[in-house]
């Protein structure tokens, strides 16, 4: 009787020294990947465990795989949500009134200033935004309420910009504001990734309004709500920054969607 | 012979092992929220389809009564999205949807952590110490059909034998955990995972296997309903073969 305790209390060490072994090595390999800098939580539980899987995603996922590409016989129909014209804008009357202006212009006098931490801030007109080496690219647009569909998106490639403008060593996150008072960010990797592109045209024609004219976001490995339409304005930061009380954050919703 | 709790997590049908406890304990709460949380998700857009993508614009294969959301129709007139007339269109939702997912999808990936983490250590631990081998798998000498007859048709009869409290299991005891520990729990991380467009990039063969975002969403829903099922039957089980005893074996392990 004794004997076989010895033999059990081995074979329980062995298999205790093989998981722990096992856990520690996968905890040691997720933490050198694990982001350092994570958005801020505001005291919220819930908004932790989005860090948490933002920092497990980053860690054990690459960085550079591309989603998924569909064939032109894919496209769907495709809902307009959320703001369908910020010129009818009444929550924003400030926003809207100006993107009135531009939109009866046929987005003429639009300019999109890029500046914070770069190192040659300046505006890009959409016939300048045009003359970038362009991106075509046929992806699924999820919505985080359930649905999706596929569209077809034209535009440059946003990294080209950045490069334009020569961003910061010190930079990481970049923050985009819309005529529909909308602001939010997102992390320099997901910026730099060869999908994410300033979209001006959908299925082969101008992007309509309700989809975000003159120019929206896509951004292929999030939800749908963070390719912001009817873009205003890019940031480039250093530290986290999301439009606080404007933001996904304070607003109750994940900042990071890629799940 | 009187012993304590063996390495294959069975204290010789007195009560369950710890970290058989611990885990159902875990997962239970975390099964709890998912559910929960999953079915205010799903209020959001009642609609499932089968396919690569699917919106109020495109067919459904099921519409669920169950938020105001159902069938509510709040569109623009449609308009064409390409050159060709009869290609897909766009319209502009002028409904207020109820939408609660800033909280019910946090809720959901929190819990789901829950599940995934001690649910990998679970798996580690039953394949290592013979848990599964011992008690969960059911032996291939015993699938014979007049035992599954003889077992099946007791059951239907509620003539549930007062348990032990731990293992050993009956014939439909091990094939039921078998079912939800083999396929329906690694089912529902898949086909969750498939809905994610972070993994999905990295793991496109999840798409091609499930037949899109959209047929993987209908799974994981059909699946959660068979779970449901589960713990439904799981519970009376708990109930009609001595509920105390029950409870005491997978809390306090005696």
Known sequence: MKEKEKGTSGLLTRRGALVAGAVAVGGVLVARRFPKILPPTCGNVLRAGDSFTYGMQKALLSDRALVKEYRPEDLTSFPATGTTDPGANPKEKELSESYRRLRDAAFADWRLPVGGRVAKPREFSLAELKQFPSRTQITRHSCEEGWSAIGQWTGVPLSALLDAVGVLPSARFVLFTAYDGWIDSIDMLDARHPQTILAYGMNGRDLPIPHGAPIRLRVERQMGYKSMKFLRSVTVTDKFEDGGEKGNIQLGWAWYTGI | ?254
Not at chain 2, 104 to 116: C, D, E, I, M
Not at chain 2, 159 to 176: D, T
Request: charged letters at 15%; proline letters at 6%; glycine letters at 10%.
């Open chain 2, 1 to 254: 012979m009187a012993e304590g709790p063996d390495q294959a997590g069975s204290p010789g049908g007195e009560g369950h092992a710890r970290w058989v406890r611990l885990s159902h304990g875990i997962i239970t709460l975390s099964v709890l929220i998912l559910a929960f949380s999953g079915f205010e998700i799903l209020m959001v857009h009642p609609r499932l389809y089968w396919g690569k993508a699917g919106n109020d614009l495109t067919p459904a294969l099921l519409e669920l009564p169950i938020s105001r959301n159902y069938k509510h129709g709040g569109y623009d007139k449609p308009v064409p999205l390409t050159e060709r007339a009869s290609g897909p269109v766009s319209a502009n939702r002028t409904y207020d949807i109820f939408n609660e997912n800033g909280w019910g999808r946090s809720l959901h990936f929190l819990a789901a952590w829950f599940l995934l983490l001690p649910g990998l250590l679970y798996l580690l631990l039953g394949l290592l110490g013979g848990h599964f081998r011992s008690h969960i798998w059911p032996r291939v000498r015993d699938l014979a059909p007049r035992q599954i007859w003889g077992d099946l048709v007791a059951h239907l009869r509620l003539r549930i034998p007062a348990a032990s409290g731990g293992p050993r299991y009956g014939l439909l005891q091990k094939c039921a955990y078998s079912f939800v520990i083999f396929v329906a729990a690694p089912l529902m991380v898949a086909t969750g995972l498939t809905m994610s467009p972070a993994v999905t990039a990295v793991f496109p063969f999840l798409l091609d296997f499930f037949g899109g975002i959209q047929s993987a969403r209908t799974i994981h829903f059909f699946t959660s309903a068979v779970l449901l099922l589960f713990v439904i039957v799981h519970v009376v089980m708990v109930v009609r073969s001595g509920f105390r005893r029950q409870i005491r074996a997978m809390t306090v392990g005696r």
